[in-house]
Nanobody, 127 residues
Framework: QVQVVESGGGLVQAGGSLRLSCAASGRTFSSYAMGWFRQAPGKEREFVTA????????YYADSVKGRFTLSRDNAKNTVYLQMNSLKPEDTAVYFCAAGSTSLSIVVLARPRSYDYWGQGTQVTVSS
């Protein structure tokens, strides 16, 4: 069993930055791709970004490309989501997920590709 815990959410003004962290328990962390999804009120959960097992490939949704950066530290069992130039439309609960071994963006962008999920962390961007 893998436990996933997000942290770092909060309230920020438009144009500001936040860094989310996602820590995953277990010795198999480096076996999994990691993904971030977000869900705004009344909307479906949507893909934000994902990183492959070794960190060699990262994928981003078009809506965050150029503003968000995902990285991972396998020695610390942690991934980091640096979010810059935040916009009010980035407001959502952000969920970290682990479990896929795929290298494909088609697979990694699907929530059902992941086995383990965190509880989510709220990000609110004021205008």
């Amino acid at each position: 069993q893998v436990q996933v815990v997000e942290s770092g959410g909060g309230l920020v003004q438009a144009g500001g930055s936040l860094r989310l962290s996602c820590a995953a328990s277990g010795r198999t962390f480096s076996s999994y791709a990691m993904g971030w999804f977000r869900q705004a009120p009344g909307k479906e959960r949507e893909f934000v970004t994902a990183i492959t097992r070794t960190g060699g490939i990262t994928y981003y949704a078009d809506s965050v490309k150029g503003r968000f950066t995902l990285s991972r530290d396998n020695a610390k069992n942690t991934v980091y989501l640096q979010m810059n130039s935040l916009k009010p439309e980035d407001t959502a609960v952000y969920f970290c997920a682990a479990g896929s071994t795929s290298l494909s963006i088609v697979v990694l962008a699907r929530p059902r590709s992941y086995d383990y999920w965190g509880q989510g962390t709220q990000v609110t961007v004021s205008s």
